[in-house]
Antibody, heavy 121, light 107 residues
Framework: EVQLVESGGGLVQPGGSLRLSCTAS????????MHWVRQVPGKGLEWVSG????????AYADSVKGRFTTSRDNAKNSLYLEMNSLRSEDTALYFC??????????????WGQGTLVTVSS | DVQMTQFPSSLSASVGDRVTITCRAS??????LAWYQQKAGEAPKLLIY???TLHSGVPSRFSGSASGTDFTLTINSLQPEDVATYYC?????????FGGGTKVEIK
């Protein structure tokens, strides 16, 4: 069974930094692209970032480009999101999601339960 | 970049009704369209991909179709367990936009 477990969320001040992690199990992590998707409580889904199987291609939403960095460690079955220069509008539940393919973007066939990031002074 | 406009934003229907949700792409996108279901307090779950292919385990009352840049999710015979918010997503090419969501309730 595929499992994705996010961690690292919390309260951070505007301008601060936070690193999210997603630990995967139940599938060959290194074979698949992975994504971060966020959701402001009570609002819709926003794709944040994606990374292909080997980490060589990454993509970001315009809203986070230049501030967020996605990486992965296939040996540790882990996905990361380094978030810098955080703003109040980054407050959201951050989901880790598994792509159905490895080297390009496709649909997301498994999701974690999310970790909450709150940016506030 | 492709943008997805989803409507209606909410609907209320009776058990057994047929429900239709539409997602309109701002430009031609091929068949790279997925639908997700998110129940309150839960993570989203994949329902349909490739416009019309049901994900494993999804009840057959769910179906997807397309006409030009309009994509449709249909729930035949709405059930109480279908209460949720539904999202479409264009996934190829990037940047993988979601529609705004449709909240489905039981009348």
């Amino acid at each position: 069974e595929v499992q994705l477990v996010e961690s690292g969320g919390g309260l951070v001040q505007p301008g601060g930094s936070l690193r999210l992690s997603c630990t995967a199990s139940g599938f060959r992590f290194g074979d698949y692209a992975m994504h971060w998707v966020r959701q402001v409580p009570g609002k819709g889904l926003e794709w944040v970032s994606g990374i292909i199987w080997n980490g060589h291609i990454k993509a970001y939403a315009d809203s986070v480009k230049g501030r967020f960095t996605t990486s992965r460690d296939n040996a540790k079955n882990s996905l990361y999101l380094e978030m810098n220069s955080l703003r109040s509008e980054d407050t959201a539940l951050y989901f880790c999601a598994k792509d159905s393919e490895g080297s390009n973007w496709h649909y997301f066939d498994s999701w974690g339960q999310g970790t909450l990031v709150t940016v506030s002074s | 970049d492709v943008q997805m406009t989803q409507f209606p934003s909410s609907l209320s229907a009776s058990v057994g009704d047929r429900v239709t949700i539409t997602c309109r792409a701002s430009q031609a996108t091929g068949s790279s369209l997925a639908w997700y279901q998110q129940k309150a307090g839960e993570a989203p779950k994949l329902l349909i991909y490739g416009t019309s292919t049901l994900h494993s385990g999804v009840p057959s009352r769910f179906s997807g179709s397309a006409s030009g840049t309009d994509f449709t999710l249909t729930i035949n015979s709405l059930q109480p367990e279908d209460v949720a918010t539904y999202y479409c997503q264009n996934y190829n090419p990037g940047p993988l936009p979601f529609g705004g969501g449709t909240k489905v309730e039981i009348k």
